[in-house]
């Protein structure tokens, strides 16, 4: 190549240097949208707000919550999934959107791949509970009657953690469960109080000033031993259900062609918010408990999960269409 050649094609990259920076504007340059796929009022929506409030001021953009429930979930990750890759629309997924409903439904409306992860923030015991009427006073009153009724059990939606406890409970003691689906907890606990359901299975947070104030019973958590929230309850495993642990959990996904500049940056705040005081203390309030982990522990946590969740949907041979 001559000189001239050279120097010709040196000046050009000069040139397009300036367009290139101007083509990648600082992020975030407008509002980031935090799309929550249930309702308000759940877990799901309490660990987002207690996030999108501390990401705010840290990025100089609000972060607003946006609720899109549907599908167990789908709607709203098909909406990040088919977002632009930019970092301004992010999700708030749970161990449903993120791990099982994969093996639930026969067809996605996207590919879970273009969902990646950016933080894990939260995790939390499902709880059994019944309205405070019941004639059912501790979880092996429940399961023996559980074997010779045919009960129903409500949770906030198909695929979520609530319906594959209750799904696993009915597996690995022979009750006869019928799951009664809701679109978010905020819906089940009306009609639980009003004890048009017989229990529920679902993440503790929204439930815990029902069980507090005496409008509900808990029998057993689904955590491995007894959950800090609810010390007199006991596990399902301590009831006699051996073996049996399951936390749902929550955590910021983007799209996977997301810059890995941005995930980075975002999966640093959110440690660092979950590290507060005051966000531990929110966290903690609702029955959650912290556990926060960056985009590549995250990743591996997923993968675990996969496999697990993969197990007890084939178990227990619930499939969703």
């Not at 009724?149 to 469960?177: A, I, Q």
């Not at 642990?245 to 929550?250: D, G, K, M, P």
């Not at 959650?288 to 993969?310: C, T, V």
């Amino acid at each position: 190549m001559t000189l001239s050649r050279r120097l010709v094609l040196a000046g050009a990259g000069l040139l397009a240097t300036p367009s290139l920076l101007r083509a990648q504007p600082a992020y975030p340059s407008r509002p980031i949208r935090l799309v929550v796929p249930f309702p308000g009022g759940g877990a799901t929506d309490v660990t987002a707000r207690v996030i999108g409030e501390r990401l705010s001021p840290l990025l100089g953009q609000p972060v607003v919550v946006d609720n899109r429930p549907g599908a167990g979930g789908l709607l709203g990750c098909d909406m990040v999934a088919k977002a632009e890759p930019d970092g301004h629309t992010l999700l708030m997924c749970t161990i449903g959107t993120a791990s099982i409903n994969q093996y639930l439904y026969s067809k996605m409306p996207y590919d879970p791949r273009d969902l990646a992860p950016v933080a894990l923030v939260n995790s939390l015991a499902n709880v059994v509970v019944v309205p405070a009427n019941s004639r059912i006073r501790d979880i092996r009153q429940l399961l023996e009657a559980g074997k010779k009724e045919d009960m129903t059990y409500g949770t906030p939606g198909n695929g979520t953690s609530g319906h594959m406890c209750g799904e696993l409970m009915k597996v690995r003691t022979g009750t006869k469960f019928t799951h009664v689906p809701y679109r978010g907890s905020a819906t089940v606990i009306p009609d639980l109080i009003a004890g048009r359901i017989d229990l529920a299975v679902d993440n503790l947070p929204p439930y815990l000033p029902h069980i507090q104030e005496g409008r509900l019973r808990a029998l057993a958590v689904t955590s491995k031993a007894r959950w800090f929230a609810l010390p007199d309850v006991p596990s399902m495993a301590e009831a006699g259900v051996e073996g049996f642990e399951a936390e749902a959990w929550f955590g910021l996904q983007a799209h996977a062609r997301t810059p890995k500049a941005i995930t980075e940056r975002l999966s640093g705040l959110v440690l660092d918010i979950c590290k507060e005081a005051g966000a531990i203390t929110r966290l903690r309030d609702v029955g959650s408990e912290p556990r926060p982990l960056d985009a590549a522990a995250f990743g591996r946590f997923i993968e675990a999960e996969n496999a697990k969740w993969k197990e007890v949907v084939r178990v227990s041979g619930a499939k969703l269409d």
